[in-house]
């Protein structure tokens, strides 16, 4: 027979696994979302794009259940050292993944706008910083579900790899946005506006990277008790040198 001290242990790790289960789902959500926000901008596919967007009222839901659930634990179960870590962390990660579905919005949004012209060309260059950075968020929540810190910080090394894309994309658009002025000349009529769209997607994707480093240092802190901060630019130098 279950005594009470069993009872209420049972009950704090269902808890415990509620939230992890939560994270999880609002983790698959946003990485459909952001996939889904990529392949709609590469087809300029309106309709995909609003679906995007009225969706993103879900992963809000998310953030706030699990803010709710970590309160919860943290006054019901008063909860110590790697636990306390566990449960801070879930709403940390959450505010990033409610951040990541914000970008993918975003990009939907833009996309809706970019969709009236076919004369701003997206660069190829852009779905592989999409790929690049879903990835790294498919590898980070892995990294989660296996409690894994090794392979959090190999997430967080590999974040240059995203920074360098962003700066290819982002040459590529300023280039075709000065060869669209002077083609035009000074009475013709540019699109610097869906130029500039383009821009800002790319700047999303980025930073999409860094919350999945922000999610990697996360996890680290569950894992240690300490915030680590590994140098990435190690790992970018390693590589350009091989």
Known sequence: MMNQTDHTVSQYDADLTGQERKVLEMAGLVEAQLAAAVDALMKRDVEAAERIIAKDADVDEYDRK??????????????VASDLRYVFGTIKMAGSLERVGDYAKNIAKRTI???????VKIPPDMKVLG?????????????????????????????????????RVMKKIIADM?????????????????????????????RVGDHTTNIAEV????????????????????????
């Open 178 to 206: 000065g060869r669209d002025v002077i083609r035009h000349g000074a009475d013709g009529n540019p699109d610097v506006e869906g130029q500039t769209h383009l821009l800002f997607i790319a700047k999303n994707l980025e």
């Open 113 to 119: 706008v970019l969709a009236k012209t076919r004369d």
């Open 66 to 79: 699990i803010e709710t659930g970590a309160l919860s634990i943290l006054a019901r179960r008063q909860p």
């Open 131 to 167: 790929e690049t950075v879903l990835k790294m968020l498919r590898d980070i929540m892995d990294s989660f579900t296996a409690r894994d810190a090794k392979k959090a910080e190999a997430v967080w090394q590999r974040d240059w790899e995203t920074d360098e894309v962003t700066k």
């Open 219 to 242: 996890i680290q802190f569950q894992l240690s008790g300490a915030w680590a901060s590994p140098d990435r630019t190690q790992g970018a130098a390693a590589m350009k040198a091989g």
